[in-house]
């Protein structure tokens, strides 16, 4: 159980163009979503955490204008990156947790994003 | 501000055991988590603790010191298989929710 899906694993974009980065939980419902970003050999960073049917809570350094996340139902969440550069070129991971206050998060497989 | 420090990286063989310590300074602590990450996946939950002492799953453990800020997960009967980036997490609650701050992250080498 517990098993949250990202969509696309992969994604090479332009300069420029806006990427949409999808997270399902796939078996259970997730009340709040969380993104992270994580640059190589690096930590998690959190960049925003998200409840359904409310405006995402950002972390303080984190452009809320560029990093568009909507959480339309309990078991999606998306991470749209707008205007994308190079220095926008991560691995993107999303968290489920299962109910609000539950110390679990759930991970989903992460999206590598390039930016030529 | 906040932060946890871990080593950057542990070396072991196969068959022993290891301690990848934790010590961390944050406001409004609720819990520490340990991750388990292999390269270019998603990261794994292995153990939380809330309350001081020894937490034990199988061949992990986990330990807190809340009195020290220190904490440490202990890997039992190494295998090859366990190599891998292990982060500890210090778990906030917010007017948001929960928050996890993730630790800089210990790089685990099993040899033979």
């Known amino acids: 159980g517990a098993v949250v899906s990202q969509h696309p694993s992969r994604v090479i974009c332009k300069s420029g163009t806006s990427v949409k980065i999808e997270c399902r939980s796939l078996d259970f419902q997730a009340t709040t979503m969380f993104w992270y970003r994580q640059f190589p050999k690096q930590s998690l960073m959190l960049m925003a955490t998200?409840?359904?049917?409310?405006?995402?809570?950002?972390e303080q350094g984190v452009e809320k204008d560029k990093f568009l996340i909507n959480h339309a139902s309990l078991t999606l969440s998306t991470l749209t990156v707008t205007s994308a550069h190079p220095e926008d070129s991560s691995f993107y991971i999303c968290?489920?947790?299962?109910?609000?206050?539950?110390?679990?998060?759930?991970f989903g497989p992460g999206t590598r994003l390039t930016v030529t | 501000g906040q932060s946890l420090e871990q080593p950057s990286e542990v070396t072991a063989v196969e068959g022993a055991i290891v301690q990848i310590n934790c010590t961390y300074q944050?406001?409004?602590?609720?819990?520490l988590s340990w991750y388990q990450q292999h390269d270019g996946g998603a990261p794994t939950f292995l153990s939380y603790?809330?309350?001081?002492g020894l937490e034990e799953t199988g061949r992990f453990s986990s330990f807190l010191s809340r009195s020290d800020s220190y904490g440490y997960l202990l890997l039992q009967e190494l295998q090859m298989k366990d190599s891998a980036s292990y982060f500890c997490a210090v778990r906030k609650v917010t007017g948001g929710g929960n928050k996890l701050t993730f630790g800089t992250g210990t790089q685990l080498k099993v040899e033979l």
């Open positions: 603790n809330a309350l001081d």
């Open positions: 968290s489920a947790s299962p109910r609000t206050g539950a110390y679990e998060q759930y």
């Open positions: 944050t406001s409004g602590f609720y819990g």
């Open positions: 998200s409840n359904e049917g409310s405006k995402a809570t950002y």
